[in-house]
């Protein structure tokens, strides 16, 4: 983690940060989220506590902390905190939005080409190319959220023992998130100094300066609890939830494929705990299986394009719901796009309405409990947690990309050199994410345009 040296560190707070300021960097954010949901948080500290300081370290890993505790996907959700805490409801909207909508119109597109153009040779080389890349990345982005959260050896015990239950033993990730929790709870109990949240919070302020929300900035009165605002957020969502629901219902009938989607993935949304591959095996069965809305191979072609597009990794919903309202014809032959971007919209909808739900109704919860051990050192835990998580899913991806057929099929050299050559780029060099993509991009295509040419 590059901390500004002593002698570089600003002293003066930052000057208050404009609702206009604020709507084009998360826009920026939007297309440049690359990496999957560590990379995106690496991101996200890089820029807003690391350079632009307008949130301290502490308050950043409490609001993540939180995050991680609920379905769906944590850094949109610390986007959409992180806006809220900052611009109030609608700023929560816009950073959350953002966050999702460059990869929902990204990946329209690309669904299109892939339904409507099929196995392109350019397009199989820039994933070839980039996959090892996010391998990488994933591997990097594990790093420096361990260097924060893994301050002393029972924090890295914590990590290493949640690495090898969900390795070696498949546990699922809400019973790793739970026991985390628990050893949290009873470490503030019986060993508070091990868990006090981030450890070297002090050392952390010195090496970034004062922040616009610093560790002792009072909560901003719009963030403060209150029964009446909690029950409105709820009326608020729920309500929405209920209106979409009713007008596909009332349009395409109870059983249509609309309606179908909307509900299905209603239930995807409040089962993603630990991220887009924890709730991979149910959305293969109900849309591959039941549902019959693409195939088994349409599907990790489609997770490839997740992996590769910013933006959550869960967006692969908005592919299965564009090739769904394709295949299914939704709005008639003649207008099998229009269906296909219709119900992309809708599964994103339905996926990430509960995100802006629990953040807006369960933010001014989390401001009270700042500072306060009793809630943070179960949330450290956690976070420890997910870092052994975390390097479970780079050697995830690693497996995947390096032996393409599996163990007993080949060892993909050229993959492998294309991870390694990343992995320098990313911890030597410091090179950025997009120019990293870029350049493994171009050696993709350019490896894979050469294969025919040795054989």
Not at 97 to 122: C, H, K, M, N, T
Not at 428 to 451: D, E, H, N, Q, W
Request: charged share 10%.
């Amino acid at each position: 983690m590059s901390a500004v040296l002593p002698a570089e560190m600003p002293m003066s707070r930052p000057s208050s940060v404009g609702f206009a300021e604020a709507f084009w960097f998360w826009l920026k954010l939007g297309f440049i989220s690359f990496g999957g949901p560590a990379g995106q948080i690496a991101i996200m500290h890089s820029e807003l506590v690391e350079r632009r300081r307008w949130i301290s370290e502490k308050r950043f890993l409490h609001a993540l902390n939180y995050c991680m505790l609920l379905p769906g996907p944590e850094a949109q959700q610390l986007a959409t905190y992180i806006g809220w805490l900052m611009h109030r409801t609608w700023g929560g909207i816009v950073a959350g939005g953002l966050f999702v909508l460059p990869s929902l119109f990204i990946l329209i597109a690309l669904s299109w080409i892939y339904l409507r153009f099929g196995d392109v040779p350019l397009v199989a080389g820039i994933f070839f190319g980039i996959k090892p890349a996010v391998t990488a990345l994933v591997l990097h982005a594990a790093h420096r959220i361990g260097t924060r959260a893994l301050k002393n050896r029972w924090m890295w015990g914590i990590a290493a023992a949640a690495f090898i239950a969900i390795f070696a033993f498949d546990t699922p990730f809400p019973a790793i998130v739970l026991a985390a929790g628990l050893i949290g709870y009873f470490g503030a109990r019986y060993a508070p100094q091990v868990f006090a949240l981030g450890g070297s919070h002090g050392s952390a302020k010195a090496g970034y300066g004062p922040a616009l929300i610093d560790d002792d900035t009072p909560t901003p009165a719009h963030a403060r609890f209150s029964r009446s605002h909690l029950a409105r957020v709820l009326a608020v969502g729920f309500g929405m939830w209920l209106a979409v629901i009713a007008a596909l219902v009332a349009t395409q009938g109870l059983q249509s494929t609309l309606a179908q989607m909307a509900w299905f993935f209603t239930k995807a949304a409040l089962l993603t705990f630990g991220g887009a591959y924890a709730v991979l095996p149910y959305l293969y069965q109900g849309a591959v299986e039941t549902h019959q809305w693409l195939s088994g191979p349409q599907m990790i072609d489609g997770l490839a394009l997740g992996e590769t597009t910013p933006g959550p990794l869960i967006m692969v919903v908005a592919f299965v719901g564009f090739v769904g309202g394709w295949l299914k014809q939704i709005l008639g032959p003649d207008a099998l796009f229009l269906g296909g971007a219709l119900a992309a919209t809708v599964v994103t909808f339905f996926t990430f309405l509960p995100s802006f739900v629990f953040i807006l109704a369960g933010g001014p919860l989390v401001e009270a409990t700042h500072g306060k051990l009793g809630f943070t050192a179960p949330l450290s835990a956690i976070t420890a947690a997910v870092v052994g998580v975390i390097l479970n899913l780079a050697m995830f991806f690693a497996y995947h990309v390096l032996w393409p057929q599996g163990f007993g099929g080949r060892f993909d050299v050229l993959s492998a050199v294309i991870c390694a050559a990343a992995a320098v780029a990313l911890f030597r060099f410091k090179v950025g994410v997009m120019p990293l993509l870029g350049a493994c991009a171009a050696v993709g295509v350019v490896a894979t345009s050469l294969v025919p040419l040795l054989r």
